[in-house]
């Protein structure tokens, strides 16, 4: 007996799928496609395999894969022939004993895949709130115009990722904004184009605070100088919204007049640490320091520059200076020269002070000065420093001076005599305006010209009159 079945070469399969388009190297210029599709109605006898055609843009189709007998294959990836940037059409039809169906509809492919990660992706600056990031485009685009970047971020430590809405393609920048004061955050970044995002890049860390300010300019430890070293000391920032983790002292290039670059202190991770020596300096050269502080957010711009002749500071005059004249209206005084000009080659000149206050700058042949800005009355405390090209060193010791009259010589009497001694006795002299007699000195010679010599010390001893 024969058995005959009625069939028809299987049903249009329906419009293929893109499942996958990928490369190996982006550097390449071809990709591969991978395309699917459903078995569709057999019509009486079992499909036994498919044909899936293929056309470049606007090309003629061409078979790329012939499966007969193969129904179980519903999958095929093109390796061969698909470049970059180019759309490709791509239909497919089944077969059985009958023969060969008709074809699906078309799936256009654009040969494509997501572009590399962006480069570079890094924190520019922070403020209160805020973070500002910078990129550079990634290197390839995966065959499709970017379309923008996405920036993942979040509070370092959190669960769940925020995601920016799409940054321009054309923008390289960008300023989260919002954010939780002084918290840190983690960022990432991704480029986009019509087959998605790309790998993700690093993981950046920043603090949504500002960077340390209102920095003071640095200066000199005193008496820590010598021919080629000085300490300096920094201090801690007026501004800092999270605390100073550390400090960096820069010095420029010796007479160069150029901003601190060179580093010779670096205090990254020490808070503590207000101060150091820089060594190896030029005695009678010219250097600029600076400093900056880390805080959370990062480092801070250059604290204002200290600029110093590096070698060791002229010694003051040795002695006091001593009182010339006094009167209400003025006061003279003087002082010995100094014996020590440091690291310089000669004395420039001398600055005249009273307590903090300069009263004038003299010339260094100068060594007696008249000063008549006083009041009748007044207490001057006068000291005297040196200055050389490298700097003006420390004051002398205090001078106490008063601008009064000096008092009348007081009336001496003899009142007693004898062969070895004799006795005498003054009236007391009325005081000055604005000031007190403090005592009497009583002086003798030896009755042939010789000086003078104290025979009774009283400066201290007002009310003693014999």
């Given at each position: 007996?024969?058995?005959?079945?009625?069939?028809?070469?299987?049903?249009?399969?329906?419009?293929?799928?893109?499942?996958?388009?990928?490369?190996?190297?982006?550097?390449?210029?071809?990709?591969?496609?991978?395309?699917?599709?459903?078995?569709?109605?057999?019509?009486?006898?079992?499909?036994?395999?498919?044909?899936?055609?293929?056309?470049?843009?606007?090309?003629?189709?061409?078979?790329?894969?012939?499966?007969?007998?193969?129904?179980?294959?519903?999958?095929?990836?093109?390796?061969?022939?698909?470049?970059?940037?180019?759309?490709?059409?791509?239909?497919?039809?089944?077969?059985?004993?009958?023969?060969?169906?008709?074809?699906?509809?078309?799936?256009?492919?654009?040969?494509?895949?997501?572009?590399?990660?962006?480069?570079?992706?890094?924190?520019?600056?922070?403020?209160?709130?805020?973070?500002?990031?910078?990129?550079?485009?990634?290197?390839?685009?995966?065959?499709?115009?970017?379309?923008?970047?996405?920036?993942?971020?979040?509070?370092?430590?959190?669960?769940?990722?925020?995601?920016?809405?799409?940054?321009?393609?054309?923008?390289?920048?960008?300023?989260?904004?919002?954010?939780?004061?002084?918290?840190e955050y983690t960022m990432k970044i991704v480029a986009v184009n019509v087959r998605g995002e790309?790998?993700?890049?690093?993981?950046?860390?920043?603090?949504?605070?500002?960077?340390?300010?209102?920095?003071?300019?640095?200066?000199?430890?005193?008496?820590?100088?010598?021919?080629?070293?000085?300490?300096?000391?920094?201090?801690?920032?007026?501004?800092?919204?999270?605390?100073?983790?550390?400090?960096?002292?820069?010095?420029?290039?010796?007479?160069?007049?150029?901003?601190?670059?060179?580093?010779?202190?670096?205090?990254?991770?020490?808070?503590?640490?207000?101060?150091?020596?820089?060594?190896?300096?030029?005695?009678?050269?010219?250097?600029?320091?600076?400093?900056?502080?880390?805080?959370?957010?990062?480092?801070?711009?250059?604290?204002?520059?200290?600029?110093m002749i590096a070698g060791k500071l002229p010694q003051p005059p040795a002695q006091t200076p001593?009182?010339?004249?006094?009167?209400?209206?003025?006061?003279?005084?003087?002082?010995?020269?100094?014996?020590?000009?440091?690291?310089?080659?000669?004395?420039?000149?001398?600055?005249?002070?009273?307590?903090?206050?300069?009263?004038?700058?003299?010339?260094?042949?100068?060594?007696?000065?008249?000063?008549?800005?006083?009041?009748?009355?007044?207490?001057?405390?006068?000291?005297?420093?040196?200055?050389?090209?490298?700097?003006?060193?420390?004051?002398?010791?205090?001078?106490?001076?008063?601008?009064?009259?000096?008092?009348?010589?007081?009336?001496?009497?003899?009142?007693?005599?004898?062969?070895?001694?004799?006795?005498?006795?003054?009236?007391?002299?009325?005081?000055p305006t604005n000031s007190l007699i403090t005592g009497y000195v009583v002086m003798v010679d030896?009755?042939?010209?010789?000086?003078?010599?104290?025979?009774?010390?009283?400066?201290?001893?007002?009310?003693?009159?014999?």
């Amino acid at each position: 007996m024969l058995t005959l079945y009625v069939a028809a070469t299987p049903s249009a399969p329906d419009t293929p799928a893109k499942t996958l388009v990928f490369l190996d190297d982006y550097s390449k210029n071809n990709v591969a496609i991978q395309v699917s599709w459903e078995a569709p109605t057999d019509n009486g006898a079992p499909v036994t395999g498919y044909q899936l055609w293929m056309s470049e843009e606007a090309y003629a189709f061409e078979l790329v894969y012939d499966g007969p007998g193969r129904a179980d294959i519903l999958t095929y990836t093109v390796l061969d022939g698909i470049t970059k940037r180019r759309n490709y059409r791509f239909k497919v039809r089944a077969m059985n004993d009958v023969g060969i169906g008709e074809f699906s509809p078309e799936l256009t492919s654009l040969a494509a895949v997501a572009p590399s990660t962006p480069l570079n992706f890094a924190f520019v600056t922070s403020g209160t709130g805020t973070i500002d990031l910078r990129w550079d485009p990634p290197m390839y685009d995966g065959g499709s115009v970017l379309t923008g970047y996405f920036v993942y971020y979040r509070i370092a430590g959190a669960d769940t990722w925020e995601k920016t809405s799409i940054i321009s393609s054309v923008l390289n920048e960008l300023q989260l904004a919002s954010l939780t004061a002084n918290q840190e955050y983690t960022m990432k970044i991704v480029a986009v184009n019509v087959r998605g995002e790309s790998e993700r890049s690093g993981i950046i860390y920043q603090y949504a605070g500002a960077v340390a300010s209102d920095l003071t300019i640095p200066e000199e430890v005193p008496n820590t100088r010598t021919l080629s070293s000085i300490g300096i000391k920094f201090f801690a920032p007026g501004v800092s919204t999270t605390p100073p983790i550390g400090y960096q002292l820069f010095v420029n290039d010796v007479d160069s007049n150029g901003i601190p670059t060179n580093l010779i202190y670096d205090g990254s991770s020490i808070s503590s640490v207000l101060q150091t020596t820089a060594y190896e300096l030029r005695s009678g050269h010219s250097y600029w320091f600076a400093y900056r502080v880390l805080n959370y957010a990062g480092w801070s711009e250059l604290s204002p520059f200290f600029q110093m002749i590096a070698g060791k500071l002229p010694q003051p005059p040795a002695q006091t200076p001593y009182q010339i004249a006094v009167s209400p209206d003025e006061v003279t005084f003087g002082w010995v020269p100094t014996s020590d000009v440091g690291g310089a080659t000669k004395l420039e000149n001398y600055k005249i002070y009273d307590g903090d206050n300069l009263l004038d700058t003299v010339s260094k042949d100068t060594l007696e000065y008249t000063y008549d800005g006083v009041t009748a009355g007044d207490s001057l405390s006068i000291t005297i420093s040196a200055v050389t090209l490298i700097g003006e060193g420390n004051k002398s010791n205090p001078l106490t001076i008063w601008a009064i009259d000096v008092p009348v010589a007081p009336t001496l009497t003899l009142t007693d005599t004898n062969r070895n001694s004799c006795s005498v006795e003054w009236t007391p002299v009325t005081a000055p305006t604005n000031s007190l007699i403090t005592g009497y000195v009583v002086m003798v010679d030896d009755g042939f010209d010789g000086d003078f010599v104290d025979a009774y010390d009283g400066r201290t001893n007002p009310s003693q009159f014999n």
